[in-house]
């Protein structure tokens, strides 16, 4: 990255000066590392200010998109009996505007990418969301392949993680998905957590396995106290692997795209239309 290698010359050139000054080897050293750091920082700050500008068209944009869904919600439900799903079409078609939106927007930030790996990954992690929600999984798998030690989307978020394990199970590859739940659950303590132990344990029923999604749930109910959990549990517990459900964790659950939502009544519907995601 740009920061790094200019701020390495920074202080190669400040210890060159220093030693031809015959300053002592401590001295050289110290100031060295300082210039090295106080260079990088100050780089960092700089290229934070410029970043600040398209991250805040990409958010004001988000916002923007969320409101107008909004205000159509409520003015379907305000007027009951309409038809449900003329007004989910139109949401929908909403939510895939502001989406696509999105990914455009990101584009601004691609110069800042150059200048540090942490924008890179940045960018990586808000267009895996945004693919994911538009149901391009192919370009989800693309973006999840440059996983690596400090490449790829950052798995800092509950919903990021699940949508890597959500693809593993589509692909076919259990291990991998256990794999991820197993190094990623440890730092989402508590409520956090949930989605995650709801993910683990629907696809251990789903690949024939309740035994270990019973204990996946015996760790779930006492790490977040989620009622569906021991609901679950108890089902597992009785041979009644048809009736695990997570329904109780809501719209995240279904932004996964795994299973349906139940359908909406005429006169209500599921959600405010905000985004699942945060977006």
Request: aromatic share 10%.
């Amino acid at each position: 990255m740009l920061s790094l290698l200019i701020s390495a010359l920074v202080a190669i050139a400040l210890a060159s000066v220093l030693i031809t000054s015959q300053f002592s080897s401590g001295t050289t050293v110290f100031l060295s590392l300082a210039g090295f750091t106080g260079t990088f920082f100050l780089i960092g700050f700089l290229v934070r200010k410029k970043m600040s500008k398209p991250q805040g068209a990409l958010q004001e944009s988000m916002q923007a998109a969320q409101r107008r869904i909004q205000r159509k919600v409520q003015q379907f439900q305000n007027k009951p009996g309409g038809n449900v799903k003329q007004i989910q079409r139109a949401i929908e078609m909403d939510q895939k505007a502001m989406l696509k939106q999105g990914l455009e927007l990101t584009q601004g930030l691609e110069p800042f990418r150059k200048w540090s790996l942490l924008t890179g990954r940045q960018i990586a992690t808000m267009r895996l969301q945004f693919y994911y929600q538009l149901k391009e999984f192919d370009k989800v798998d693309e973006i999840l392949a440059t996983c690596g030690f400090l490449r790829g989307p950052m798995m800092m978020d509950p919903m990021a993680v699940a949508m890597r394990m959500a693809r593993c199970y589509k692909n076919d590859d259990l291990e991998g998905a256990k794999k991820v739940f197993k190094r990623q659950i440890m730092w989402f303590r508590g409520d956090r957590g949930t989605l995650l132990y709801g993910l683990m344990s629907w696809i251990y029923v789903q690949v024939g396995e309740p035994n270990e999604a019973r204990r996946v749930l015996l760790k779930a109910k006492e790490a977040t106290g989620a009622d569906t959990f021991s609901r679950n549990w108890e089902h597992l517990s009785n041979d009644r692997a048809k009736s695990f459900s997570n329904a109780g964790l809501g719209d995240q659950w279904y932004g996964l795209y795994l299973e349906n939502p139940p359908a909406v009544k005429q006169q209500r519907m599921r959600g405010s239309g905000r985004n699942p995601h945060g977006f």
